[in-house]
């Protein structure tokens, strides 16, 4: 039995998982090729890739697998980074943009290889919208569309005006931008076929097993209560949950928290309604709502950020104000499930992936962006692990400040900056 606060979060993800065995708990002494600290997106990613190169690969997780936001977040496959190309190309420079823009499409197609190759049941669906909510985010999603076609995808369709209509069944915006290389899942159900899928190659998976000191050296030796593993090379991979492992980098990402509501099964005539082609969306806001059906015709709404990771008093009445507002055809409507999820922040919004020393590399920060990223980070780090070092040396030579502040005032500082992104959402300027 998982130990109390090291269990999936009560979520509708966690109601309606895939069955899977809990792991026991590593004791005693293993030793292999590379050890990978957390089983979410990034580290089953990335020990998955290892274990195809034929790598001998543990993974140890703290609580169970999927157990942060890999297991919890809105499910939403979106493309490219939480900052985009033209930001990149204007504070980077054309050859990081051009770098980081061949990769910017590539999670999602890891995501279906993974889903294909390993008969992984996660409810996939096609296709994600960018919902403008006035004529400034439109003229934006313009030069989006230009801007993604310029680094390859060819699969974007602009809904102006009431175009939009035909997928959104709501009146809250102006237009939308359509990516029919986007799409939707069960997050926590992928995680977890992954899992499946790297012990069906012989990889090992021990939870409730936090790496309590890790010894640098060659070989690495990671601590944990009840044993210890012996590795070539180290992984870390536990993005929000990493407190201690690698103090260096903790001034240099905050972590932060969003809320997600799950209603009750809808009729197949209202869910028709609100999402008519069965897409995910987000709308353009800075501080964004998103939401999409389940695989039983639950809407899944998400939206609102907490910054330090502390939770509402109340995650519906946060939530049921936006959806209601979004679709007021839905007002009063049963919500089953009610949780929230950590993920890390960066203050440039680009994740962090780099080196500790020779033998010991991470990757964390998607800032809100991870469903995709994450997926990428597993395969450049089995590159990078097998001597091909360009792709993953094209996001670890990005530089990461710390947050202004500190550790005492980044939070408030953070949100005061916030709250003014939001004053321009609500103004449309």
């Known amino acids: 039995m998982s130990k109390p606060g090291t269990a999936h979060v009560a979520s509708y993800y966690a109601a309606s998982a895939n069955p899977s065995p809990e792991r026991p708990a590593l004791q005693g002494e293993v030793q292999c090729d590379v050890c990978v600290v957390g089983a979410g997106f990034t580290g089953m990613s990335a020990a998955l890739h290892l274990a195809e190169k034929g790598h001998r690969v543990v993974v140890l997780e ?19 980074y939480s900052r985009d190309m033209d930001v990149i190309e204007s504070r980077y420079g054309s050859e990081t943009a051009r770098a980081l823009g061949d990769m910017a499409f590539e999670g999602n197609r890891i995501i279906r290889e993974r889903i294909a190759r390993y008969d992984i049941a996660c409810d996939l669906k096609e296709g994600n919208l960018f919902a403008a909510c006035n004529t400034k985010q439109m003229k934006a999603l313009s030069e989006h569309k230009a801007l993604w ?6 699969q974007l369709e602009l809904l102006e005006g009431q175009a939009y209509r035909r997928e959104i069944g709501s009146e809250r915006y102006v237009g939308a931008l359509l990516d029919h290389s986007g799409g939707h899942l069960h997050p926590l159900n992928l995680v977890l076929g992954q899992a499946a899928a790297l012990e069906s190659l012989g990889g090992r998976i021990y939870e409730q097993t936090p790496v309590t000191s890790i010894e640098h050296g060659e070989p690495v030796r990671l601590h944990t209560p009840e044993g210890w593993v012996v590795a070539d090379r180290v992984v870390l991979a536990g993005n929000a949950y990493m407190k201690g492992l690698m103090p260096q980098l903790e001034g240099k990402s905050m972590p932060a928290s969003t809320q997600v509501v799950t209603t009750e099964p809808l009729d197949a005539a209202t869910a028709k309604d609100i999402l008519p082609t069965d897409r995910a969306v987000e709308d353009c806001n800075y501080l964004l709502d998103y939401y999409r059906l389940s695989g039983d015709r639950r809407l899944i709404y998400g939206g609102g950020v907490s910054y330090g990771g502390q939770d509402p008093n109340s995650i519906e ?33 680009l994740p962090q992936f780099g080196r500790i020393n020779a033998n010991v590399y991470y990757a964390q920060g998607y800032s809100g962006h991870g469903v995709t990223c994450s997926h990428l980070a597993g395969r450049l780090i089995a590159e990078v692990l097998d001597g091909q070092s360009e792709r993953f040396d094209a996001f670890a030579g990005l530089p990461h400040l710390p947050f202004p502040g500190g550790r005492t005032l980044s939070v408030p500082l953070t949100t005061l900056g916030a709250w003014y992104y939001r004053v321009r959402d609500a103004l449309g300027v």
């Open 317 to 349: 009445g946060v939530i049921r104000p936006k959806l209601e507002t979004t679709f007021p055809q839905l007002k009063g409507v049963k919500i089953d499930y009610a949780w929230s999820g950590t993920f890390l922040l960066t203050l440039n919004r």
């Open 149 to 154: 076609e310029r680094f390859g995808n060819d």
């Open 62 to 80: 703290a609580a169970r697998i999927g157990f942060g936001a890999s297991g919890r977040n809105g499910g939403q496959i979106v493309n490219s």
